[in-house]
């Protein structure tokens, strides 16, 4: 069973920066469980969106247009990264890392098997 725990939510004001760190816990066999490891947000009220993600055997990253060129995924083995700068308050939303198989649509949330607690990211201006 696959585990992730994510960390580095907060408070920022806008224009600041966020780091969030997620880890995964896993057996050997199953590695390809966390081939592709993601940043989804859901703000009250909405649907749970992709942010980034990271796939890992080919090191190819995915963005939301909404945070390109702001947000940076990055992976170091299980540990998955997103560094988040110029945030304004409409990245406010609770950020959920999540891993799974490659194959579809990186942001589609069927692709992911395993999902963390979730992290606050609360953006004032």
């Known amino acids: 069973q696959v585990q992730l725990v994510e960390s580095g939510g907060g408070s920022v004001q806008a224009g600041g920066s966020l780091r969030l760190s997620c880890t995964a816990s896993r057996s050997t066999h199953e590695s390809d469980e966390t081939e592709l490891m993601g940043w989804f947000r859901q703000a009250p009220g909405k649907e749970r969106e992709g942010v980034a993600a990271f796939l890992f055997t080919f090191g190819i990253t995915y963005y939301a247009d909404s945070v390109k060129g702001r947000f940076t995924i990055s992976r170091n083995k299980d540990t998955v990264f997103l560094e988040m700068n110029r945030l304004n308050p409409e990245d406010t939303a609770m950020y959920y890392c999540?891993?799974?198989?490659?194959?579809?649509?990186?942001?589609?949330?069927?692709?992911?098997?395993?999902w963390g607690q979730g992290t606050q990211v609360t953006v004032s201006s």
């Open positions: 999540a891993a799974g198989r490659p194959g579809g649509h990186w942001s589609d949330r069927s692709r992911y098997n395993y």
